[in-house]
């Protein structure tokens, strides 16, 4: 079994003193048997609590719209988890 995952964030600082730290926006990921045949999936976005910049957008392809009625971080991480 292998599980491969990605996270889309706000930005790569994270915990940084000076500048704001980055949010989890998205969350994915696919579980493969022992023959990469995928067996389990999972996608969620995730309500980062603040708009998000043009730039972010760009990078992205996530909108504020996207991310309205999604779970809050913790609730998308025990999700995932």
Same mark, same amino acid.
């Given at each position: 079994m292998k599980i491969y995952f990605d996270? =889309? #964030?706000s930005g790569l600082s994270? /915990? =940084?003193k000076d500048r704001? %730290?980055?949010r989890i926006l998205r969350i %994915?990921?696919?579980k493969t048997d022992g023959?990469?045949?995928i067996t389990d999936c999972f996608d969620t976005f995730v309500a980062c609590g603040e708009y998000l910049s043009?730039?972010?957008r760009e990078i992205t /392809?996530? %909108?504020n719209t996207l991310l309205k009625g999604a779970p809050r971080t913790? #609730?998308?991480l025990k999700s995932f988890k």
């Open positions: 996270i =889309e #964030t994270v /915990g =940084e704001k %730290s980055a %994915s990921a696919i023959n990469n045949n043009k730039c972010v /392809g996530i %909108s913790r #609730t998308a």
